[in-house]
């Protein structure tokens, strides 16, 4: 174990300042699962058929079709051309 180290007590500066990112990415992850679980309801209310062939997580394709399509007819209309 390193000698250097001192345990971190609660009212240290160095304590607070690491609280500060650490709410900022706990914030970024949650309004990023947030987003994912919202296109994946809009996708099944709209395109129910589709709903299990769009990875969430790393494809923005469900927010290109959701954008460029908003209804079932305007998708089947692209689809048919």
Not at 31 to 51: G, H, K, M, S, V
């Amino acid at each position: 174990m390193r000698r250097d180290l001192c345990p971190l007590q609660p009212g240290d500066e160095i304590a607070v300042d690491l609280g500060i990112p650490t709410v900022r990415r706990y914030d970024l992850a949650a309004y990023r699962t947030r987003a994912i679980n919202w296109l994946r309801a809009q996708i099944l209310e709209y395109f129910p058929a589709l709903e299990r062939a769009f990875d969430y997580s790393q494809s923005q394709a469900v927010l290109v079709l959701l954008t460029g399509y908003q209804t079932p007819a305007a998708l089947r209309l692209a689809l048919s051309a």
